[in-house]
């Protein structure tokens, strides 16, 4: 089985910064691709970040380039997501989200995903 635990949200202010994490148990192989998403109230979940567990490559949604970097830590089967110069429409519930089946390249569409983490609350004020 696999789980995956968010953690490192909080409150925080207009152009602050974060990193969460989010710690991966079980699934040692056929692990493809790890994500992060959002979803604040009343919207759909959407694509933040995402990368290759092997490779390390990345990709990210448009809104988040240069602010956002995600990465990981082969060893301690942990991704993280650096966010910088937070934004107030950047509040929402932060989920990490694993891909083991590896199927389509660089996935940003939630349906990809396997497994998910319980999120991770994230709110930036203005």
């Known amino acids: 089985q696999v789980q995956l635990v968010e953690s490192g949200g909080g409150s925080v202010q207009a152009g602050a910064s974060l990193r969460l994490s989010c710690g991966i148990s079980?699934?040692?192989?056929?692990?493809?691709?790890l994500g992060w998403f959002r979803q604040a109230p009343g919207k759909e979940r959407e694509f933040v970040a995402g990368i290759s567990w092997t490779l390390g490559t990345t990709w990210y949604t448009d809104s988040v380039k240069g602010r956002f970097t995600i990465s990981r830590d082969i060893r301690q089967n942990t991704v993280y997501l650096q966010m910088n110069s937070l934004k107030p429409e950047e509040t929402a519930v932060y989920y990490c989200a694993a891909d083991y089946t590896g199927y389509n390249s660089a996935p940003r569409t939630a349906g990809t995903y396997d497994y998910w983490g319980q999120g991770t609350q994230v709110t930036v004020s203005s």
């Open positions: 079980g699934g040692a192989f056929s692990r493809y691709h």
